[in-house]
């Protein structure tokens, strides 16, 4: 089996964009962003509960997204990409204690000046329907509110957390957390960066050499 791969990198680093294509490689991709996104499509109690927190840009609190994330994967049984968890240290000792233990793992971080995520975090896109990631400047879909990947007619949206102010909460956050994660995969000798600030295909590229 893979080893496990952690994503480690600011919001608009390009984590969902690269884990939906390494699931061509035989990965399964775990978002706990689109799986709290699901909750309040779904109008659950929980989905209730965290949809402030997520308009803000804050972080939901670490028992409820353990408890989302546990309740969501086997990693017996297939290597996952776990995008946006851990978030700060506490999840990172979390998803060893009671997830991972001493299964084989890699953390990949995605190193980017903060400064040019704004502007990729605003013009992103989402597809409702299939999660395609677009751009609206750098990655627009081929017809005007049509998705590439599925077909679906104006289903492609805008993140309600995307605004200028939210992001700049984002992150500002991420930048007060990465640094102890960091440092928690490198003691172990877990930890490698990639250059996030390339081309799509070449931060993909890089990954494959990684993960090879
Ligand atoms: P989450 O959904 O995880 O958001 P995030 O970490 O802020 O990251 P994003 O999804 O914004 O960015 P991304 O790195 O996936 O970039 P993408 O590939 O889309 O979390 C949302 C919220 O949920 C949190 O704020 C928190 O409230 C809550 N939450 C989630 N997990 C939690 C946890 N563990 N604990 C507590 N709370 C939690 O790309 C962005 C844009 O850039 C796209 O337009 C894309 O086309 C473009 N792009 C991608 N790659 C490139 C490239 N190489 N060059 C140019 N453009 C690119
Ligand atoms: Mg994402």
């Known amino acids: 089996m893979k080893p496990h791969l952690i994503i480690l990198g600011a919001p608009g680093s390009g984590k969902g964009t690269q884990a939906a ?4 490689k035989g990965f399964k ?7 709290l996104r699901s909750e309040i499509a779904k109008g659950s109690e929980l989905g209730q509960k ?13 028992n409820t997204v353990m408890a989302l994330l546990k309740a969501n ?4 049984k297939v290597s ?8 700060n240290i506490a999840q990172a000792e979390m998803l060893e204690a009671e997830l991972l233990q001493k299964k084989k793992t890699l953390a990949v971080y995605f190193k980017i000046d903060l400064g040019v995520l ?7 896109r989402t597809c409702g329907s299939c999660g395609e990631i677009y751009n609206l400047t750098t990655k627009p879909p081929r017809v005007a509110d049509v998705c590439d ?7 492609i949206k805008q993140r309600k957390d995307d605004t200028q102010e939210v992001v700049a909460n984002r992150l500002k956050i991420f930048a ?37």
């Open 73 to 76: 994967c086997d990693v017996d």
């Open 21 to 24: 294509k390494l699931v061509e």
């Open 118 to 124: 704004i502007n990729r975090v605003v013009n992103r």
């Open 176 to 212: 007060d957390t990465v640094e102890p994660m960091l440092a928690f995969y490198r003691s172990k000798g877990a930890l490698v960066e990639i250059d996030a600030s390339m081309q799509e295909k070449v931060v993909f590229s890089e990954l494959g050499k990684v993960i090879n």
């Open 149 to 155: 990947r599925c077909g679906s007619v104006g289903t």
């Open 80 to 87: 996952y990409i776990f995008d946006g968890f851990p978030r």
């Open 50 to 62: 965290v949809s402030g927190i997520i308009s803000r840009g804050d972080l939901v609190d670490d």
């Open 29 to 35: 991709h775990i978002s706990t962003g689109d799986l």
